[in-house]
């Protein structure tokens, strides 16, 4: 019988039949979309203060870049990453061994940087709409901490509860949100076409301060880099593919119904948001004096919530506040369901956190807390945040324009090739003119991607001694080997390979049966392990059996590390034949500590009692144990 699943993961853990819940692709458009779409809400008041009279054509640039540059970036994500890691997993193949994982792990901290800012920014956000709403009592204000800190606990309560719920949530607040501004935008409209003196006056200040329409174009794309929070939702896009609904012959490997629902909603979002951009920006600049936009003015963080409560009175820009604060506050779920994606998908797969982390409820609690901690050190305070957001969604857009840019090298694609290297250009100057001008955003960003090395190099060495296998597959030749072993002991002897001819293996058996005082070899088996990738945790052991030099029997498998390989052979092999084989080592000669080095690093050193500290890990009962000698 089998130990318990919750006791190690390995050949022995029982796989989980329960299925997942998905949602057709527009529902969890929605669910990105309360982070995408939740931008309306500053977005056109950061667009003023950088541009001025030019913030339309500032926003003309960005939606180009959107539709043009991040748009077709991302829908190749979405093909090259169906579930969900996005231009993370992209990267990562291209660099093998410590260097990928060590790469994987920055690119990491920027995601977390991004993911969790867009929780704690947007919950500041919504707890600034609300101290400006003329009906919140005055006693509340100076409260933003903890008013922000209850917005976050509310977002964790409710994927505690459950991720439909989550979705159900976002439909309504995206739905109610999105036609809200169409109301507000509309009647700004109205009166722009019913007031065309506003128009002359715009006209007049542009020509006035740029003069010629190339300067215009020029100052426009200058302060592009300043509108990049635009950009916010297209790596939450990706992370959330694993919850769209796929066709019924979708398979793990062929999931076209869900990439095609993926890119379907990138487009939709794109174009919803564009639209509304360049809207918003044409009535918030022409119909707010310029001084309202600034620090302590009526429009400033708040531009279209303060055009509908001038135009369409306090009642009705009540009602538009409280759906502003609803889709800021639900924001951050977008970002947690990315978070909850992408977190398990890493980590604990390179064991570098708890396996608990593949669970949905302790890692959102651990997030909530983490949430907690950043908005405390950053007092809720929505500007200190936003160089770190734009950081974190700038270098999480530009590694994918690298990414895709390469994967239609390597397919040979000439065109596609340039276009995406031009859009990744692009995003590299945009990331470094943000960087120059923030640099906060980085150092920011490096704290996460320190705490992240920092906590996963603690977690690789506390489970080093994890079992690290997840399924034992023997081919029929090394089936047969174990069966017909089963007559006497099952011997296994570990063997490092070296030449593997008759002389290397008689030798090996002498001074086996020399120094385990052994009277006769009976069956025994040679193991051998060849390490392929020692940066990787988990492995799938493939045994295969071979006869060398025509009388030596030997299981050979590859793995990323050679004592839980022969911990978790000799747990498969006493789980097919009911015996308690025995594994036969020889002592390393050499400093331990350093051999102990080279196992977390290399995945070889002090093979003997790491491996027998495994079995004592992984099996609570010493009379089910495999034994170990050596010698």
Not at 150 to 178: C, N, P, W
Request: with cysteine; net charge neutral; proline share 6%.
């Amino acid at each position: 019988m089998s130990e318990p699943a919750a006791r190690h993961p390995g050949p022995h853990a029982k796989p989980s039949t329960s299925g997942e819940h998905r949602d057709p692709w527009w529902k969890v458009m929605c669910l990105t979309g309360v982070d995408y779409f939740s931008t309306l809400g500053y977005q056109p008041g950061i667009a003023a203060l950088a541009a001025g009279v030019l913030s339309p054509m500032a926003t003309v640039v960005l939606v180009l870049v959107t539709l043009f540059g991040a748009l077709p970036v991302y829908r190749r994500v979405a093909v090259e990453s169906p579930r969900g890691e996005g231009s993370i997993a992209m990267l990562e193949r291209l660099l093998s061994f410590w260097k990928g994982k060590l790469f994987v792990l920055v690119l990491l901290g920027f995601a977390a940087t991004d993911f969790l800012i867009t929780m704690t920014l947007s919950a500041a956000d919504a707890t600034a709409h609300i101290d400006e709403n003329p009906f919140w009592p005055s006693a509340f204000h100076g409260h933003e901490v903890i008013t922000t800190l209850v917005l976050l606990a509310l977002l964790g309560a409710v994927f505690l509860k459950g991720f439909t719920e989550a979705v159900g949530i976002a439909v309504g607040l995206v739905a109610v949100y999105l036609a809200l501004n169409v109301v507000v935008i509309a009647d700004s409209m109205w009166h722009i076409v019913t007031e065309p003196v506003v128009v002359t006056h715009w006209t007049n200040a542009v020509t006035a301060s740029h003069g010629s329409p190339f300067m215009v174009i020029a100052v426009a794309l200058l302060v592009f880099p300043k509108l990049a929070l635009g950009l916010s939702g297209f790596e939450t896009g990706v992370a959330v593919m694993p919850h769209i609904e796929g066709d019924p012959d979708d398979t793990d490997q062929q999931p076209t119904g869900r990439i095609r629902g993926a890119r379907r909603l990138l487009t939709t979002a794109a174009v919803i948001m564009s639209i509304f951009l360049i809207f918003s920006s044409i009535v918030t600049t022409l119909l707010i004096p310029e001084r309202e936009f600034q620090p302590g003015g009526a429009a400033n963080g708040r531009a279209l919530a303060h055009l509908a409560h001038t135009y369409l009175g306090n009642g009705f820009g009540t009602v538009y506040d409280i759906s502003t604060i609803a889709i800021l506050w639900f924001a951050g779920a977008s970002a947690m369901a990315g978070l909850l994606n992408l977190v398990p998908r890493y980590l604990p797969r390179y064991g570098m956190a708890p396996d608990w982390a593949r669970a949905v409820r302790p890692l959102v609690l651990v997030l909530t807390a983490i949430a907690f901690l950043v908005t405390i050190l950053f007092d809720a305070d929505v500007d200190a945040q936003g160089g770190a957001y734009a950081t974190g969604v700038l270098v999480l857009i530009t590694s994918a324009a690298v990414a895709v840019t390469l994967s239609a090298r390597r397919a040979r694609q000439t065109s596609k090739t340039w276009g995406f290297a031009a859009i990744a250009a692009v995003f590299v100057y945009v990331t470094i003119a943000n960087v120059i001008e923030r640099p906060d955003g980085v150092k920011i960003g490096a704290c996460f991607i320190a705490g992240i090395i920092g906590v996963s190099a603690v977690s690789r060495v506390r489970r080093a001694f994890d079992l690290r296998v997840t399924d034992v597959e023997l081919d029929r030749k090394a089936q047969m080997f174990v069966r017909d072993s089963v007559r006497s002991n099952v011997r296994l002897v570990a063997n490092e390979p070296d030449r593997r001819d008759a002389h290397e293996y008689r030798e090996k058996l002498r001074q086996t049966m020399h120094d385990h005082d052994l009277p006769s070899p009976g069956d025994v088996l040679f193991v051998e392990v060849t390490v392929t990738d020692p940066s990787e945790f988990e492995t799938k052991l493939q045994v295969c059996g071979e006869v060398r030099a025509g009388q030596y029997r030997v299981l050979t498998m590859q793995s990323s590390a050679v004592p839980p390989a022969l911990a978790a052979l000799a747990l498969d092999v006493r789980d097919r034949t009911g015996q308690r084989p025995h594994l036969y080592f020889e002592w390393t000669e050499g400093n331990p500590v350093r051999h102990f080095l080279r196992y977390l690093v290399l995945g070889q050193g002090e093979v003997a009692p790491v491996t027998r500290e495994i079995l004592r890990q992984a099996v609570a009962d010493p009379d089910r144990r495999p034994h170990v000698h050596v010698g």
